[in-house]
């Protein structure tokens, strides 16, 4: 064989081994594993910064394999969504009261979204319904009717939490590069939510007192 037969054909090996590999990525490639490498660009580079393109490179595999797993981005980013979500739970009963165990609760949440720069604007402007996981809804429901909430009171924290601690985790979020939140910020937001469950204690007891009333 002449040095341009071998060379072709070495080329032509080469290129079936690259499909090989191309093929095999496509095939390992998954909700979940696009859910992981999109998480460690925003990690790294922040929400503004993911495109689909970038994914797909990051992954390996062409724009069209990521698209058919996951076929927008705004699908992408509530994937992503649920699964920090997804990464915290409940405090278990022995934990405290329903008030400590919703602290450490929105306390632990803000620890992990804070660590995705830019998701916190994403989560706070698109409806929970498509981004606040069902079991996890049910479980704070769950916790804030076994303390003795009505329904309207239970709600109206809800909303009011997600907002307060929406916002503080915005303003604790540091850019890609650069995660110190600013001096006490921490400090403040635990605070805060101190004042908002003594409200909430407050909002309590004239539920109790109202269907006292009513037996």
């Given at each position: 064989?002449?040095n ?6 070495r080329?032509?090996?080469?290129d ?5 590999r ?11 594993s696009?859910?992981n490498?999109a998480?460690?660009?925003?990690q790294d580079v922040?929400?503004?910064c993911?495109t ?12 069209g394999?990521?698209?058919h ?6 699908a ?15 405090p278990?009963p022995?934990?405290?009261?329903w008030a400590?165990?919703l ?15 830019g ?5 706070m402007?698109?409806s929970?319904?498509?981004?606040f996981p ?6 704070v429901?769950?916790?804030?009717a ?11 924290l ?8 929406g916002g503080m ?9 650069n ?10 937001f635990e ?9 909430a204690r407050?909002r309590?007891e ?5 269907r006292?009333?009513?037996?």
């Amino acid at each position: 064989m002449s040095n341009d037969g071998r060379v072709r054909a070495r080329r032509r090996a080469a290129d079936a081994t690259a499909g090989r590999r191309a093929e095999a990525r496509v095939e390992r490639l998954s909700e979940l594993s696009i859910v992981n490498a999109a998480c460690e660009i925003i990690q790294d580079v922040g929400v503004e910064c993911l495109t689909m393109r970038r994914l797909s490179d990051e992954l390996g595999v062409a724009l069209g394999a990521t698209y058919h797993h996951v076929p927008t981005r705004h699908a992408l980013l509530r994937l992503v969504a649920l699964q920090l979500y997804a990464s915290v739970s409940m405090p278990p009963p022995d934990a405290g009261d329903w008030a400590t165990r919703l602290k450490q609760l929105m306390i632990e949440l803000s620890e992990v979204v804070k660590s995705y720069p830019g998701m916190i604007d994403f989560m706070m402007t698109t409806s929970g319904d498509e981004v606040f996981p069902k079991q996890l809804n049910r479980e704070v429901r769950t916790l804030l009717a076994e303390a003795g909430f009505g329904e309207r009171s239970t709600v109206t924290l809800m909303s009011l939490l997600f907002f307060y601690c929406g916002g503080m985790t915005r303003a604790m979020s540091g850019s890609p590069g650069n995660t110190a939140p600013p001096p006490k910020a921490k400090a403040v937001f635990e605070d805060g939510l101190d004042v908002l469950l003594d409200g909430a204690r407050a909002r309590l007891e004239a539920d109790r007192g109202r269907r006292r009333k009513r037996t």
